[in-house]
Each structure stands twice: as C-alpha cells, then as structure tokens.
C-alpha cells in the first residue's frame, strides 16, 4: 500500500477508534440490518445485531482493495462500513443499540407491553396477598396498563380493578411463566444449569429452570423483529422435531456411495445419529451446526465428522430458503421467586446477578462456567420476586438484590374484611404489634377475608391467629399475655 492509501488507512482506524468508544452502533447494510462493531485491531471485525452468529472479519487486505479499487466482489457488511469509516457517510447516522434503539424498531411494543422495571419485589408480612397480587401484577402488565397505575394497585392492595384471571391462564398455557420457590439448598445448578445424575448412573449438564425461559424469552424477541431469515432452532425443528417425538429416524444422506445415516433423537446441545451399519454411539454438536448456518461456510470440524454435518447444514438450509418467515408477536414471559430471601442470592445466580439489571438485557453477556456458552438476560424477561417480611428484614437482605429490585410493600387492607368483628379484632391486634414490635409483623387480611360468623373466627383466633403470636412475642411474656386478651 503507497504513502497516500496508507494515511488513509490510518485515518479510517483513527475513525474506527472513536466509533468503538460507545460500544455498540448500528449501521445499516444494504439488506437492512444492523450488526455491531464489537473488536478492533488491524481488522474489522462485526456482528449481526438480529443473528445468532459469531462475528465477521473485514481484513486489512479487504480494506485495503477497498481504498485503492473502491469497488470489487465484496459481502455487503463491507462497502457500508467502510463509507462510514472512510468519511463518505455521517457519523451522525450512527445509532447507538440500547433501549432507544428498540422503540424504534419495534415501537408498538415498547410503548405498550415493555414496562421499563423488570425485577420487582412485593413483600410484607404473611397474609398481605402477596401471592394473590403477583398474578394481579402480571396481569396488569399484559393489559397494557400505566406502570405508575400497575405499582399503586399493588402496594394499596387495591382490588377495585376488575381482575381477569384468564389472561394469567394464557400466560401458564403458553409455558411463558414459571414459579420457584428458594430455600436455603437451593442453587445456582437448580436455576441456571449443572450437572444432574441419571438413571443409567452417568451424569450430564443439564439446563435449569432460569435459563430455559431465557431462552424461550430470546427466541420470541429474535423472531419478533423484522427479520427475514429462518433462525437456525426454527429449521431444526422443522427438518427434526415431529419425526423424533413420533419415534421415527431422519435420514440424512450422505455425498459418498449413497450412503446415509439416520437421526434418532435431539436435544439443545446435542444431535444423535445411527450409522448405515446400526452403530448408535455417535453425535453431532448443535453449537458447531449453529455456527455452519449462520456463517453459511463449512467451519474446520474435527473429528472426521465433516461428512456428517455437511449434509445436515444443506438441508437446514434448503428449509430456510423454502420457509415463510412471518414475524410474530413479541411477548413477555415471567419467572416469579418465592421466599427469595430464603435462598443464597450470590450462590443461586452467580456472575448473572449483574445481567438481570434493566440496562444490561440484550446487551452484556457472560461465559457460562459449565456449559461455556455466552449467555444474556432478555428484556422480555421479568424477575417477580415475594418476601416475608416477618423472616428477614429487608435492612439486612443482600445489598446486590436491594439495588436491582424495585420494592412494594404489601400492606394489610383493612377494607377486604366484611365481618365487622374480624375488622375490629384485626385492626387492634395491628395496632398492638406495631407499637410493641414493628409494622413488618402486622396481621395479613387473607386470615379475616373469609370470616362469616363467629364459628369461623373463633376457629381462626385459635388455629391460625394464636400460634402466629406465640411466635411474634417469644420470650416477651408481658406483650403476648397483652395480645391474648385482646384476641379474647
């Protein structure tokens, strides 16, 4: 390269520096999509934004062909990106891929579904209705309602809002819901993934329950964008799934002797396949196909199984070339916690904790330990979280969780108990414990809500109510006897 192409060559990777001081920007390609710049040095090196793909090189070599030709047989990343770098095109066009970029390529959706706050945490004492109100919550989300409306329904113990459960029961048939309850052996191999014992005696990584509805999350935000190409689990399950859960093999031909192989079985990590001669024992890696696919070249396979993931890639391809693409609806999806102060925050989520924060989805990703997979937090995603009060103060529970989770208090209604003498009796006893302990141990609602006539709440006082206090007023003899004569 001459004096003149070199000083333009350094000009374009002084440019490249300044353009990689925010890390993530769109440029739009002449098919329309946005990728990011994500590594610098001599090359260039990109990522589709919309893909799931490992990035793209643009090599010196290219960038120098570029400059001194300015035209040539070129993948269509590589005259965009260079436009902007070389001048030709504003950096003012530049977009930066955070939240904003979202609304606007999928307006509709930000402006209604996507409440801004993802990780909420509704506590109080036993019987406040904390389970009852992570439904309202939820349902409250799906409607599209205001989110300053959503959070003083739910802190009120508001029930004047009319409360359709069956838009919950769509969510849980949809599988875009799922409930956990931590407890102090709970951990990080339950939620995100580890090793599990099965029954023939081996062991085998295995997903956990957070991890799995991430995906399904990632997979609808993927698929609601305005993309026109089949993503890779789409043509997988295409060419595979229906055959497999009907107990019958793909067969897969091979280029050599018209020889072939037959698929068994599947999972997300890994393809089992029979040889021609019965031989079961072999597999093919889902992450190393995944690859082929985006990249739309043969990778080095090692191994000798080249011959057996070339033919399985022209098939996902020939189904990504035939099938419709329709875009769907994004959709939310929703991982309630009980008792999360229950649980070891630190050991259950591990190097995720920071992930689950509202300006990390979509954007920042981690190495998972096990698995090695990179891994993020989608903004589809909503972290639902209850907490008992009465177990553990909130002063002292886990700094990192306080920071990342918006807190309701749940405060006992008054006005959700008919009976009068249970409204009375409630309202007393409150008053007692909150002057001799503290209003974190008030009596819930749901204990009176159902009082009829005094059978009931003579049944409750005894039965629910009484052994609620002995606990409360442990070793203050003097407060308890206070609480018994009121309870009467």
């Given amino acids: 390269m001459d004096k003149e192409l070199e000083k333009s060559y350094d000009e374009i990777k002084n440019k490249l520096y300044k353009l990689t001081d925010k890390k993530y920007h769109v440029l739009k390609t002449v098919e329309n999509k946005p990728f990011k710049i994500i590594q610098h040095n001599d090359n260039i090196r990109v990522y589709p934004f919309t893909e799931k793909s490992t990035p793209m090189t643009i090599s010196k070599n290219e960038i120098e062909k570029y400059l001194e030709e300015g ?33 606007e390529k999928n307006e509709v959706f930000q402006k209604s579904k996507n409440m801004k706050t993802k990780n909420i945490m509704l506590y109080g004492a036993p019987g406040v209705g904390k389970t009852h109100n992570y439904k309202r919550l939820i349902t409250m989300i799906e409607n599209i309602e205001n989110e300053k409306t959503i959070f003083d329904t739910i802190s009120k113990n508001d029930t004047t809002n009319n409360f359709d459960n069956s838009i919950f029961e769509t969510i849980k048939n949809e599988k875009r819901i799922e409930f956990v ?46 993309n026109k190409e089949v993503l ?10 229906e055959k497999i859960e009907n107990q019958e093999n793909v067969k897969i031909h091979l280029k050599r002797n018209n020889s072939f192989y037959n698929i068994y079985d ?8 029979e040889k021609q001669n019965g031989d079961k024992s072999h597999t093919l890696a889902i992450k190393t196909l995944e690859k082929m696919y985006y990249e739309g070249i043969n990778i080095i396979v090692n191994g000798g199984l080249a011959p057996y993931y070339n033919p399985l890639l ?28 229950r649980g070891n925050i630190s050991k259950i989520f591990g190097e995720l904790i920071t992930l689950i924060e509202e300006d990390k989805r979509d954007i920042y990703e981690v190495t998972l330990p096990y698995s090695k997979e990179k891994f993020k937090i989608p903004s589809n995603l909503y972290i639902i979280a209850t907490m008992n009060s009465t177990d553990k103060s909130i002063a002292t529970i886990d700094i990192a969780l306080r920071r990342r989770f918006t807190f309701l208090k749940m405060k006992p209604n008054l006005d959700l108990v008919k009976n009068e003498k249970a409204k009375d009796l409630m309202k007393k006893l409150n008053d007692h414990i909150s002057n001799t302990i503290n209003e974190d141990y008030q009596l ?41 004569k009121i309870l009467g």
């Fill in 181 to 226: 309850t931590f407890h102090q052996s709970y951990s990080y191999e339950d939620f995100i993934e580890g090793f599990r014992p099965q029954d023939n005696g081996n062991i085998k990584l295995e997903d956990g329950i957070f991890k799995i509805l991430c995906d399904e999350a990632k997979i609808n935000l993927l698929k609601s964008f305005d």
């Fill in 266 to 273: 599947y999972n997300d990590k890994t393809i089992y396949f």
């Fill in 314 to 341: 022209e098939e996902l391809l020939k189904l990504k070339n035939k099938t419709k693409v329709e875009k769907i609806e994004q959709k939310n999806f929703y991982i309630v916690i009980d008792e999360i102060n």
């Fill in 232 to 241: 890779f689990i789409d043509a997988l399950n295409l060419l595979l799934k």
């Fill in 71 to 103: 035209e040539g047989n070129y993948n269509s990343y590589t005259p965009i990106i260079l436009e902007y770098l070389e001048g030709k095109k504003s950096f003012d066009d530049i977009e930066v891929v955070n939240n904003e970029y979202k609304i």
């Fill in 444 to 484: 819930g609602h749901s204990y009176l809500m159902k009082i009829v006539d005094d059978n009931d709440l003579e049944f409750v006082k005894e039965y629910k109510i009484k052994p609620l206090l002995e606990e409360y007023f442990y070793g203050d003899e003097k407060n308890f006897n206070e609480a018994i």
